[in-house]
Nanobody, 127 residues
């Protein structure tokens, strides 16, 4: 059974940093692109960042470019999201996602048919 488990969420002050982790099991990572999405209360789930296992190409939403970095540790089957200079608008539940189709993990792509989702981890930004 495929499982994606996020961790690392919590409370952080505006301007601070946080690192989220997503540990995967039950799937072949070389066959999947990995990414991060987020959803704030009352808003739709939106794309944040993605990384390809095969080509190591990364993609970011305009709102996080220059502040967030996606990375991975193949030995640990884990994908990370390094979040710097956090803003109030970054507060949301962050979800890890896996999909065989690279075009699904990008800004504006429908999220309803993403292959696999994690349960999410809450990120709260304070003053």
């Amino acid at each position: 059974q495929v499982r994606l488990v996020e961790s690392g969420g919590g409370l952080v002050q505006a301007g601070g940093s946080l690192r989220l982790s997503c540990a995967g099991s039950g799937l072949t990572f070389s066959s999947y692109n990995m990414g991060w999405f987020r959803q704030a209360p009352g808003k739709e789930r939106e794309f944040v960042a993605a990384s390809s296992w095969s080509t190591y190409i990364t993609n970011y939403a305009d709102s996080v470019k220059g502040r967030f970095t996606i990375s991975r540790d193949n030995a640990k089957n884990t994908v990370y999201l390094h979040m710097n200079s956090l803003k109030f608008e970054d507060a949301a539940v962050y979800y890890c996602a896996a999909d065989r189709r690279p075009y699904k993990l990008r800004t504006g792509a429908p999220t309803g048919d993403i292959n696999y989702w994690g349960q999410g981890t809450q990120v709260t930004v304070s003053s």
